[in-house]
Structures are given as C-alpha cells and as structure tokens.
C-alpha cells in the first residue's frame, strides 16, 4: 500500500508520539529506584491491600501491566502480628484488586510449624477480615494488624522443604494374630 505524501509526516509523528509516551510510561513505572518504598505501599492501597502485609525495609519493587510483582528486602526477616510471619529476601506474586495470588516468600507460623502463605485477601474491607491461604487452610485474621508496615527483624529462612513436620504413629503391636505372624517369621529367619 502506498502512502501518499502529505500523511506521511503525520503518520509518523503518530508513531513517534505514541512511542515516546509509552517510554515515558514504562520509565516512570514502579520498580525506578528512587521512592521504591513508598511506591510499593502506594501500589498495595490502590489494590484495596492494606499496606502492613509488606514490612519495612524493601530496597527495590517491581510490577507487570499483568498483576506480576516482586519486592526485595534488604534481608529476610521475621514480623511479628496475631502470628509471626517470615518474609524472605524475595517475595512474588499476582497482584489483583484485594487479593494476591501465586504468591511466594512469606510464610506463616502456625503453632510450632512454618508453613507457605500462598495467597492473601480481603473480601470485603469494611468487615475488617483478611484471610491469608496457608498451604489448604485459610486462616483469617484481623485487617487492622496489618495497617502500617512493621518493623522486621532479622531471622534464618525456615526450612520449609527439608524439615520432617511429623512422623508416623508406630504400629501397636498386639494381639493373637501378630503374635503368631512375629513367631512364625523369626522361625523362617533362624532357618
């Protein structure tokens, strides 16, 4: 197709119009170094998330135009709220209107146990309820505990892979019938 001459200027100062504000956007979208700890908590009020479910202490941020997000800390730490929470150095996650899914980084202490928070959100705000997805549990805790960021101390990454969480009852032994199986057994192996 041929373009004729007089929209040729035009057409391009489009393009380069539309091509220099969309540069202008993506440079001063989140994740820029400077004021990245504000940014972060800004971004979490306008997803309708209260700004205390990240501690202070997050040294840069990033975030797609698809919800994908992730926050460094200057190191993994511990916080302490109705439970206590561990933040590793990395956390990620989607990011929607009052929820975050997908999310890796944060666990949760449940008793004596650390287990992966693996969403997070809040149905409705005005009922002042936050539910945190904990492995295929949902815990709910109070909205208020989380409405400045905490301090956060800092703490080894639990280890959540490698750790035994419980181990098996021993079988109980007894009766007639294991009796006789046990001595019939240790009679082949004397054999």
């Given at each position: ?112 146990l650390w287990l992966p928070v693996i969403a997070i959100r809040v149905d409705i705000p005005s ?32 280890d959540l892979h490698n750790r035994i969480i419980a181990q098996p009852a021993p079988e109980i ?19």
């Amino acid at each position: 197709m041929v373009i004729p001459s007089p929209w040729l200027p035009r057409l391009l100062l489009a393009v380069f119009v539309l091509f220099s504000a969309s540069m202008a956007a993506i440079g001063s979208g989140y994740g820029s170094d400077s004021d990245t700890d504000s940014d972060v908590y800004e971004v979490l009020k306008s997803h309708g998330l209260p700004t205390g479910l990240l501690p202070k202490g997050v040294t840069n941020f990033s975030l797609s135009s698809s919800g994908e997000f992730e926050v460094h800390l200057d190191r993994a730490c511990n916080a302490l709220f109705e439970n206590e929470l561990h933040y590793d150095m990395n956390i990620s996650g989607v990011l929607g209107f009052g929820k975050i899914d997908a999310l890796s980084g944060i666990s949760a202490k449940d008793l004596f146990l650390w287990l992966p928070v693996i969403a997070i959100r809040v149905d409705i705000p005005s009922s002042g309820v936050i539910y945190f997805n904990v492995s295929v549990v949902s815990k709910q805790f109070s909205l208020s505990s989380f409405e400045t960021p905490r301090d956060c101390l800092a703490a080894p990454s639990p280890d959540l892979h490698n750790r035994i969480i419980a181990q098996p009852a021993p079988e109980i032994r007894s009766g007639r019938r294991w009796f006789w199986r046990e001595r019939d057994n240790a009679a082949r192996t004397m054999l």
